[in-house]
């Protein structure tokens, strides 16, 4: 297993949660790194991305000023914090490494197994 993720399960609206996902050294270093999530009966869309160094972090825009992705080159892992969680965000978050293309778009080369995310009302 290359990238890992993991901290998904059943909050409350309004409620916070933490992302992780543990990746290989070789994925993770110089590489962007983002998180995607995918519900029911939808294509898989952006949440966030972090360049590289950690310096750029790009989000869509329904979880920008709520949700923060961070990056820690010791721990090799990279995380998604999301705050005022909402029942749209009820999903499976994925996380990506290395874009093959554009940072939004699904086209990257390593994907880790997904986790799932809920959010009651």
């Known amino acids: 297993v290359q990238l890992q993720a993991s901290g998904g399960g059943l909050v409350q609206a309004g409620n916070s949660l933490t992302l992780s996902c543990a990746a290989s050294?070789?994925?993770?270093?110089?590489?962007?790194m983002a998180w995607f999530r995918q519900a029911p009966g939808k294509e898989r869309e952006f949440v966030a991305y972090?360049?590289?160094?950690?310096?750029?972090?790009l989000y869509t825009d329904s979880v920008k000023g709520r949700s923060t992705i961070s990056r820690d080159t010791a721990k090799n892992t990279v995380y998604l914090q999301m705050n005022s969680l909402k029942p749209e965000d009820t999903a499976v978050y994925y996380c990506?490494?290395?874009?093959?293309?554009?940072?939004?778009?699904?086209?990257?080369?390593?994907w880790g197994q997904g986790t799932q995310v809920t959010v009651s009302s």
């Open positions: 990506a490494g290395r874009p093959r293309g554009i940072y939004y778009r699904p086209t990257y080369d390593y």
């Open positions: 050294g070789r994925i993770f270093s110089g590489y962007g």
């Open positions: 972090v360049n590289n160094n950690g310096r750029i972090a």
